[in-house]
């Protein structure tokens, strides 16, 4: 499991993905979720705006990632 670090309160589903280098534009987020299942503590999410905390563990393209948030 990949270790991302934040240096916000939260992260957006959207802004994961992008940051990963998934996609390369926001505009393709929308249509990445829309053809791959992405999992949210271990729940279906296609929603960009899904704010993702601390402790947060998303799966994407069987791939695990957790957010280890507000890092000074």
């Known amino acids: 499991m990949k270790e991302v670090k934040i240096y916000t309160e939260y992260i957006t589903l959207g802004q994961l993905i992008k940051f990963l280098g998934i ?36 799966e994407i393209l069987n791939k695990k990632y957790v957010i280890i948030g507000n890092v000074d």
Request: zero cysteines.
């Open 23 to 58: 996609v390369s534009t926001g505009g393709e987020i929308k249509l990445f979720l829309t053809k791959n299942q992405v999992f949210v503590n271990e729940i279906a999410e296609n929603r960009r705006g899904k704010k993702l905390f601390d402790g947060d563990i998303i």
